[in-house]
């Protein structure tokens, strides 16, 4: 009998021991002390025994069952603990995390300059006009008084479509958004205040300049509009712009065969070490040209320059978000790389307007 019992706990230790997980353990149990287990059948066979015997065989159970329960509790704890540990590992919270979702993606500086220049110039009572990237001769040259053989056609670095098979004539991709100008004084009368942002292509290409890249054009057209009328819109403007208190502006006589007279405008900066500080210093950064419109461009659209006058002008879009946001490098503009894009985007949901800070 106590030969048999040793054997039967040397068996059962055995099985808890080697037991993996909980239901394991819990079938293991049920075989030993289970109403019909193991131990229960011998105990419930301890009425067969002599009195004698019944005593010592039954204290001799009694041990067995205890040591067997001990094995069993002491087993369920350590796979209790182990699960627990697996629980913590896996089911881990990173309280550190937003509370609310991450927003995903970014807005390109160019969108958010864009954005910015609406803001500003729905201000001033300006509203947005729009023209085709593809363009003909006529509006993109001809009638902004760039007659054919004119140099200045020569300095645009034109991207020429294949020509009409019928007609000769070559289409091109606009190389300004001047165009935008003929057709809108061509479209509506005036008083006109339109800017027209959009892309416009020339056919060069290094660290400041990409075959395709983005201009913003501004026409006034209304009855006695002078120089004076430029100024103080440029200055509304570019102050806004920079978010800086009377940004002091320089003009610069120039020439544009599409205003006269013309002026390029430059703003007061300073560099410091790499960085640019803009509204103060003795230094100048050009940003934009201007004028007033030229006669015979209002003639070309059926306006009357005795009746009618206007200034317009036309900035590189690209160049100002640079300008603004410190970037050196226009090419990684058009690369689409989203590391680049993560560093120098703007948060979606942080929309431009002047009462709340343009590009906070
Ligand atoms: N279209 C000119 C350019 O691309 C800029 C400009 C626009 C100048 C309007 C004067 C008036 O260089």
Redesign the pocket.
Known sequence: MSHDLDELKRELLNEIAKSGTLEELEAVRVRALGRKGLISERLKGLGRLAADQRREAGAALNRLKQEVADAIAGRRAELERAELARRLESERLDVTLPARPVPRGRIHPISQVLDELVEIFADLGFSVAEGPHIEDDFHNFTALNIPEHHPARQMHDTFYLEPDPETGERRLLR????PV?IRTMMAQKPPIRIIAPGR?FRSDSDATHTPMFH?V??LVIDRDIHMGHLKGCLEAWLSAFFEVDALEMRFRPSY?P??EP?AEVDIRCRREGGRLVIGEGDDWLEV????MVHPKVLEHCGLDPAEWQGF???AGLDRLAMLKYGMTDLRPFFEADLAWLEHYGFDPLDVPTLAGGLGS
């Not at 190389?175 to 001047?178: I, N």
């Open positions: 190389t300004h958004t001047s100008q416009t201009q054009e501004g544009f599409f205003t013309s934009l040209g201007s004028g317009a002008f036309g």
